[in-house]
């Protein structure tokens, strides 16, 4: 079954500002990259947002740097990929405190496939999609890590690891 909640879709600078002002509230956000840094969809446990560039203009960057500046704390499914983009763009990597893409790779090693809708089915039972997944998931894969004696690995060596990788890409 898969679960699904309505999105606020904002395509002008007052969307943008009410997205913006759910980011600075929340303790952390959980995002995807729709298309890029030109459409990104995030979840603050609360409700669904879509922000878009097209038609936001300059609110849309002060977006932008709310969503990334490294006091805002982020959850996101495969972390190096998204850094990636955010250093292209001259945009702060800092913040992240889980990716659960990672996660399911150090729970089961073995498998060839972290996609979200696979560990969502494996860990929650259900088929959450997007960013929604990924902040239904976080608290449910940061407890297997600490039940499995993983949690220091995870914390301490490879989740840092993925800002590493990803500067030297």
Do not use: W
């Given at each position: ?8 879709a904002?395509?002008?600078s ?5 997205i913006?002002s759910a980011?600075?509230?929340?303790e952390?956000i959980?995002f995807?990259?729709v ?5 990104i969809?995030?979840f603050?446990?609360?409700k ?7 038609g ?8 932008l740097?709310t969503?990334f500046s490294?006091?805002?704390k982020k959850?996101?499914?495969n972390?190096?990929?998204i850094?990636?983009?955010?250093m292209?763009?001259g945009?702060?990597t800092?913040?992240f ?5 990672l ?6 090693s073995?498998s060839?496939?972290?996609g979200?809708e696979k ?6 039972g259900s ?22 004696g993983?949690?220091?690995?995870y ?8 800002a590493?990788?990803?500067e030297?890409?």
């Amino acid at each position: 079954e898969t679960v699904e909640l309505p999105v606020f879709a904002s395509y002008d600078s007052a969307g943008i500002n009410e997205i913006m002002s759910a980011i600075e509230s929340a303790e952390c956000i959980s995002f995807e990259l729709v298309d890029g840094l030109d459409s990104i969809e995030l979840f603050d446990g609360k409700k669904l947002y879509r922000a878009q560039f097209a038609g936001s203009g300059e609110s849309y960057n002060d977006f932008l740097k709310t969503l990334f500046s490294p006091e805002k704390k982020k959850i996101a499914h495969n972390v190096k990929n998204i850094m990636n983009v955010l250093m292209a763009e001259g945009l702060s990597t800092e913040g992240f405190i889980f990716d659960t893409a990672l996660a399911a790779y150090l729970l089961d090693s073995n498998s060839n496939d972290y996609g979200l809708e696979k560990i969502c089915l494996k860990y929650l039972g259900s088929a959450y999609k997007g960013c929604r997944a990924v902040f239904e998931l976080y608290p449910v894969l940061d407890m297997e890590l600490k039940n499995k004696g993983m949690e220091e690995l995870y914390y301490k060596i490879e989740l840092p690891l993925c800002a590493v990788l990803s500067e030297m890409e």
